[in-house]
């Protein structure tokens, strides 16, 4: 069973930025396809980034944010950078078996979640 810790969030200013983290146990996390996710209040769930071989973004964080994974130390990282309040949100990674190919930005998509992590962005 793959469990999924994050950690990282908190209340930050406007241009600010934040890194959050998400450790990787329980599979070979090198099999995984893994993402971050975001959900404010009253939205859905929606796709930040994700990395497999390559990294995807969504196109309202491309030039902000990167993700990043350390095969070593089993997490993956998303470093945010020019806060934005309309970032503020839920921040989830998740994980799902990574067969080689595709990218996959649905939530349906993933398998594993992990319990997520508040960022607010204050104006």
């Known amino acids: 069973q793959v469990l999924l810790v994050e950690s990282g969030g908190g209340l930050v200013q406007a241009g600010a930025s934040l890194r959050l983290s998400c450790t990787f146990s329980g599979r070979t996390f090198s099999g995984y396809a893994m993402s971050w996710f975001r959900q404010a209040p009253g939205k859905e769930r929606e796709f930040v980034a994700a990395?497999?071989?390559?990294?995807y973004y969504a196109d309202f964080v491309k030039g902000r944010f990167t993700i990043s994974r350390d095969n070593a130390k089993n997490t993956v990282s998303l470093q945010m950078s020019s806060l934005k309040p309309e970032d503020t949100a839920v921040y989830y990674c998740a994980a799902r078996p990574w067969e080689g190919a595709g990218v996959y930005t649905r939530p349906s998509s993933y398998d594993y979640w992990g319990q997520g992590t508040q960022v607010t962005v204050s104006s």
């Open positions: 990395t497999t071989w390559n990294t």
